[in-house]
């Protein structure tokens, strides 16, 4: 079997690797928010705090009472725990550990190739690039830890260790995040690789791994549609057409460059073979490309699949003997030593800097404007815009439900969908959407909100910079009317 054993031995963790991780870690401890990080935190809140089921709508009220498809709920709770023990601190921590154990896995798979550090140094770069554009405090993130681990499980030969390991990992992925079956279909690859190459006994070991898998996921409590997950957000027109979380891959787009040039090396070294990380690359080509958010779960498959194509083709490897090629082992002191410094980085780093809620170079949250609303208005149904559901449902414990948030591929229809596209561009027939509504306030970006003063009995109440707020007629506003103009919000 061409290519299963190559490479195999032990791992080791090179200074190169080092550096990167720490870089990797910092940069994604600083992007650890958006927009939906504050939902999550409510849902993890009124579960552990007041005894909500995360599987029932409480934050709406155009979907109030409605099914949730909370695959996350578990992972919510832990950081709304985190929150509470560490603050935004915590959270921060989370995004970058979550970063780094992404990576990690896929670093130890290339220690062992022995490249040259500049090589090593491109392909983690590459992948880091890549993956980076998903990575904050968000419960995908687990997911995005817990593949890399079962990747890194995928050696012959594949031991009773192992496999109840991988079993552990794909059970505890099943209550975590709806995106495991990418971890099911790597294993599931695996064994049939494993099989038809006669190495059975690690075969019917990965069997075992599935079926293990398989019974931890029934005690999720929605396990009887959480298969069809992938088939409802690619048929989804909504989420295709305008959540950027479940757009195709766009290869020109700077973010997404790193993915279409690693995909394109791929398909120049033809990484066609049979063995399960090569295979399982092949498989989520497509799916990336259609929805990059499968990005994180490719890359550690494709770069291993490079490397793999690239040792093995001696005409390449020759090309590159004097350079990239002719690394030697790294001794376990400088492994170690190296592991040691990337533990300590990240201590140091979580200390030094002073976190803050506000801390985002991407989002702009309108807190004034939410006080604002908590201090005037009666508690009472919002319009809102999509992106900042989630913040009001956090910062006003949900006492203001929300038309719409980050929710849209768990609870809303396409229907309200479409009602609330119509609201925020104006559409025909919008005024009547917003008078048909329970809605007694609307607060949207000061910079794109729509003409909610247009509506009768509607009111501007609140402007500053980065938001504001209308009243309708029969709602209770306690404060003057505070129309700023000329103010920054910080």
Not at 51 to 65: L, Q, R, T
Not at 120 to 135: C, D, G, N, R, W
Not at 412 to 435: A, D, M, P, R, T
Not at 471 to 485: F, G
Request: charged letters at 15%; hydrophobic letters at 50%.
């Amino acid at each position: 079997m061409s290519g299963d054993n190559k490479g195999a031995g032990r791992y080791f963790f090179s200074p190169v690797a080092a550096i990167l991780l720490i870089m990797a870690f910092y940069s994604s401890y600083l992007s650890w928010q958006d927009y939906d990080i504050y939902w999550h935190l409510a849902t993890g809140r009124a579960a552990l705090e007041q005894g909500i089921s995360p599987y029932i709508d409480h934050f709406s009220w155009s979907a109030d009472s409605q099914r949730v498809i909370a695959h996350y709920a578990q992972v919510d709770k832990l950081l709304y725990l985190i929150w509470s023990l560490m603050g935004y601190r915590g959270l921060q921590i989370f995004s970058g550990l979550g970063m780094v154990l992404t990576l990690l896995p896929l670093a130890l798979l290339i220690s062992r190739f022995t490249l040259h550090p500049l090589l090593e140094a491109s392909m983690l770069l590459l992948s880091i690039l890549a993956i980076f554009p998903y990575t904050g405090a968000r419960p995908h993130v687990i997911g995005f830890m817990l593949f890399s681990l079962l990747v890194l499980m995928l050696d012959l030969p594949f031991t009773p260790n192992k496999a109840v390991i991988s079993g552990l990992i794909l059970g505890l992925w099943a209550n975590a995040h709806a995106t495991f079956q990418v971890g099911f279909a790597i294993m599931t690859v695996s064994a049939l690789v494993w099989l038809t190459s006669k190495q059975i006994k690690s075969g019917l070991l990965a069997c075992a791994s599935i079926l293990t898998g398989i019974l931890l996921f029934l005690l999720n409590p929605q396990w009887n549609i959480l298969w069809r997950w992938p088939v409802m957000q690619w048929t989804g027109a909504y989420t295709q057409k305008y959540n950027l979380d479940w757009t195709s891959l766009q290869p020109l787009k700077l973010s997404l460059l790193p993915t279409s040039i690693l995909l394109l090396a791929a398909c120049s070294l033809g990484i066609l073979r049979w063995e399960p990380r090569a295979i399982g690359a092949l498989g989520l080509i497509l799916p990336t490309i259609q929805t990059a958010r499968y990005t994180p779960f490719l890359i550690p498959l494709l770069v291993y699949s490079i490397l793999l194509s690239l040792t093995e083709k001696r005409k390449l490897k020759a090309l590159f003997t004097q350079g990239l090629f002719t690394n030697p082992t790294i001794s376990r002191k400088v492994s170690v030593l190296s592991t040691a410094i990337l533990l300590a980085s990240i201590l140091v780093l979580s200390l030094l800097r002073t976190p803050s809620a506000t801390d985002s170079s991407s989002f702009t949250f309108p807190r004034m404007a939410v006080q604002e609303l908590t201090a005037c208005g009666s508690p009472g149904p919002v319009w809102n815009d999509y992106n900042l559901g989630g913040f009001i449902i956090w910062e006003t414990n949900a006492s203001y439900p929300v038309s719409f948030d980050g929710r849209a591929e768990v609870l809303y229809s396409k229907q309200l969908f479409q009602n609330y596209l119509k609201v925020v561009n104006q559409s025909h027939g919008w005024e009547q959407i917003v008078q048909q509504s329970p809605a007694r306030y609307a607060i949207f970006p000061a910079h794109s909100s729509p003409a909610f003063e247009r509506i009768k009995g509607w009111r501007l109440v609140y402007k500053d910079e980065t938001a504001v707020i209308y009243a309708r007629q029969d709602a209770i506003w306690r404060c003057k009317d505070r129309i700023q103009s000329n103010r920054t919000v910080m």
